[in-house]
């Protein structure tokens, strides 16, 4: 019947795909890799703030990985390392407040941190690191 | 039945406003549950749940369940109030009846438990 017909059109993966790779170009711009350098700047600012809470990465260091990306991400495009487990209507404006640039005002006063970057060690998801590696960063998020 | 069988027992990821309005209209005619992944492409505990979000829809398979990142969608993140991802919001025929900030899977599974329940009743 036709409704099959409709519904098997939607969810053909290869055509989703492409579909979205297309609406990238020309209107998401957070697919793309952030800068080396950027990551880097946001690796080191990590471990360091890390030691200083005394908190820990996440055991699963993807996690770690792909926040400290997005971190990146918005210090290249924004100026500012904006967390990337938020929504805003406006980042720059956002940016400019500053209020969740990292380490943002909870976790700065509370230790809450949303995104399980820096995790106080009593989390259940808490590691026993406060160290990770650019090459630790590339291999957890290669297949992304 | 309204809900097509291809949907079933998957996470299925809306990439425009278009297919979010028809996913949401089906969805409420069906009266099913429709559980929402308010996601984004850098959020560690997004990427952290996914999975788990997969299985989820493997095993409720009278759930519908939606992707959504708020980069791509943005007009609907705004409308629908998102602010910290990733966010789950529980949908029934119309309403948001529930939802879930952050990668808590056990709420997660005790929440769709909870709706379901009541939508099927």
Redesign the interface.
């Given at each position: 019947m036709t409704?099959?017909a409709?519904?098997?059109a939607?969810?053909v993966p290869s055509v989703?795909s492409p579909?979205?790779r297309h609406?990238n170009l020309h209107?998401?711009r957070?697919?793309v890799e952030p800068s080396e350098k950027s990551i880097e700047i946001m690796r080191k600012f990590s471990e360091q703030y890390a030691r200083k809470s005394g908190t820990y990465f996440?055991v699963?260091k993807?996690?770690?990985?792909?926040?400290i990306?997005?971190?990146a991400?918005h210090k290249d495009s924004l100026g500012a390392p904006l967390c990337?487990?938020?929504?805003y209507?406006d980042k720059p404006a956002e940016a400019q407040q500053g209020f969740w640039n990292c380490p943002c005002v909870p976790m700065r006063e509370r230790k809450e941190c949303?995104?399980?970057?820096f995790l106080t060690p009593e989390n259940d998801f808490a590691g026993k690191e406060q160290a990770i590696t650019l090459d630790e960063i590339r291999e957890t998020t290669a297949n992304m | 039945m309204a809900g097509?069988?291809?949907?079933e027992g998957q996470v299925?990821?809306v990439?425009?406003v278009d297919?979010w309005t028809d996913h949401l209209n089906k969805g409420n005619e069906s009266k099913k549950l429709i559980v929402v992944d308010?996601t984004?492409?850098?959020?560690?505990?997004?990427?952290?749940i996914a999975p788990y979000l997969g299985e989820l829809a493997k095993k409720y398979t009278n759930v519908i369940f939606l992707k959504v990142?708020?980069?791509?969608l943005k007009s609907v993140?705004?409308d629908w109030a998102?602010?910290?991802?990733p966010t789950f919001m529980f949908v029934k025929e119309g309403s948001i009846v529930d939802k879930v900030v952050?990668?808590k899977k056990e709420e997660l599974q005790q929440k769709i438990e909870k709706h379901v329940a009541t939508a099927s009743a």
């Open positions: 409704s099959q409709c519904s098997f939607v969810t989703a579909l979205r609406r209107v998401v957070a697919q996440c699963d993807s996690v770690t990985s792909v926040v990306k997005g971190l991400d990337p487990c938020r929504h209507d949303h995104c399980m970057l | 097509s069988s291809s949907e299925f990821s990439h425009s297919a308010f984004a492409s850098w959020c560690g505990p997004c990427r952290f990142d708020v980069d791509e993140a705004q998102v602010e910290a991802m952050g990668a």
